[in-house]
């Protein structure tokens, strides 16, 4: 008999994994010794459940649960595993991120496969297909710029000559460390060979908002359902705005004789607060600026900052952008500076598949009756997959809605209805 383990269990051991003592929280980025350390982590708790844990030529790992008496060959070309249901999610972490962004969706899938096994062994489960849990490497793009760069190689949604061509922090490129983590940077990009066995997927992902907190979920005691379906993810894209300036001693460069383009890009920051708050459903966000040199007594030459816009709308995003451009310009003009726009990546917004999404909404009301379906203002594997296969997700009630921080939290109980909502969506799937 499988004896099942609590997802609050599977969680707690990675509490130590890629701790940030600087920032806080967990920076795990990917192909670091953390994330490496969760990948073995994720591939031990898949092995001890019999599952076939294999690595694609883009570096995601794939848990096969496969049917009963399916032949020994496996691989992607196994024909009994063609329309798998696949769940999962992702490892890698924003820097000083929360616990639960990525591990939460992998380790509810393991403790839903526990429940799962049970069912099958009891006689409750008659499966009619293979599943696989899915574990997608660069979801949050923290070490090489793009979002969800596993997930967009796998669906033919980034040029792989380009992903293969970023480079992190230290110069490293992607091709570089893929190669160095086993993979052949020739045979990365689209598979069709492994999108074409998935039938469906379905993440499980900590709630990143509030959406489960409003009033209008929430009774007078604070208690409102764990668990809600997604409707929607919110269409986003980051942009890299340089901005060129005069480098100076900053003792002997009068105030009258600078061209400081630190002043430029603090104007620009303002500029983009105004510019999105005054557009109904805007979010937009300066979370990294790197002046160069970057010394105290030093007047900077450049300065890199990088924007994030998201709206439902991606004509709205356009526009947004465009607005900004034209103020950065303008502002760096002012302060006897150039400015370059580059844009790194953009999603559209994403419907998820209206049956699938049904679906779920059926299958998790059993175990939360009143789950709502919400729309997410966070990009997920499962939206850029939604391109290709129908994709559905569940959002797990975060009390703080805070993410992206280490106050991002789920409540132990919530995460355990997470699993009941996660096992009986796939159970309905299989
Ligand atoms: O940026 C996002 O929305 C996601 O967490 N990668
Ligand atoms: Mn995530
Ligand atoms: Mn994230």
Same mark, same amino acid.
């Given at each position: #008999? ?8 599977? #969680? ?51 848990? !096969? !649960? ?239 900052? !990088? ?18 451009? /034209? ?65 559905? #997700? ?6 703080? /809605? ?29």
């Amino acid at each position: #008999m499988v004896n099942t383990t609590s997802v609050n269990t599977l #969680m707690a051991a990675l509490t130590d994994t890629g701790r940030d003592s600087r920032r806080g929280g967990y920076s795990r980025p990917v192909y670091s010794a953390a994330e490496l350390e969760l990948r073995e982590w994720f591939a031990a708790e898949a092995a001890r459940r019999g599952l076939a844990v294999e690595t694609d030529r883009n570096g995601i790992l794939w848990a !096969w !649960w496969d049917l009963p008496g399916s032949g020994t060959g496996t691989g992607p070309s196994a024909p009994e595993r063609r329309g798998a249901l696949v769940t999962g999610s992702h490892l890698d972490s924003v820097p000083g991120g929360g616990a639960f962004d990525g591990p939460l969706g992998v380790a509810s899938a393991l403790a839903a496969v526990d429940i799962l096994q049970a069912r099958e062994n009891d006689g409750t489960l008659l499966r009619n297909r293979a599943l696989a849990v899915a574990v997608f490497p660069e979801e949050e793009g923290s070490r090489f710029g793009v979002a969800c760069l596993g997930s967009r190689l796998l669906a033919g949604a980034i040029d792989p000559r380009k992903a293969l061509s970023l480079r992190d922090a230290d110069g490293n490129t992607f091709a570089d460390v893929s190669r160095a983590n086993g993979l052949d940077p020739d045979l990365m990009g689209r598979d069709d060979a492994a999108l074409g066995l998935i039938g469906d997927f379905v993440e499980l992902h900590v709630e990143q908002g509030r959406g489960l907190n409003t009033e209008e979920f929430t009774d007078s005691a604070g208690r409102g359902p764990a668990v809600a379906v997604g409707g929607s993810v919110l269409g986003h894209g980051r942009w890299r705005f340089t901005i060129s300036g005069q480098g100076n001693h900053a003792g002997t460069t009068l105030m009258a004789d600078r061209s400081d383009p630190m002043v430029a890009a603090a104007q620009l920051i303002v500029a983009v607060r105004q510019t999105a708050a005054a557009q109904a459903g805007a979010r937009a966000t300066v979370g990294r600026l790197e002046p160069v040199p970057g010394g105290t007594n030093v007047i900077a030459s450049r300065v890199d900052l !990088w924007l994030d816009v998201r709206h439902p709308d991606d004509a709205v995003t356009a526009a947004l952008v465009e607005k900004i451009h /034209g103020q950065a310009q303008k502002i760096a003009a002012f302060e006897g500076c150039s400015v370059q726009l580059t844009e790194e990546s953009l999603s559209g917004t994403v419907h998820f598949d209206p049956a699938l999404q049904r679906s779920l909404e059926q299958s998790a009301t059993r175990t939360v009756p009143d789950a709502p379906v919400l729309a997410t203002g966070a990009g997920h594997d499962a939206g850029v997959l939604a391109a290709r296969v129908p994709t559905g #997700m569940l959002f797990v009630r975060n009390p703080s /809605g805070i993410s992206h921080s280490p106050e991002e939290y789920v409540e132990d109980w919530d995460a355990d209805t997470g699993v009941l909502a996660l096992a009986d969506v796939l159970q309905d799937l299989l």
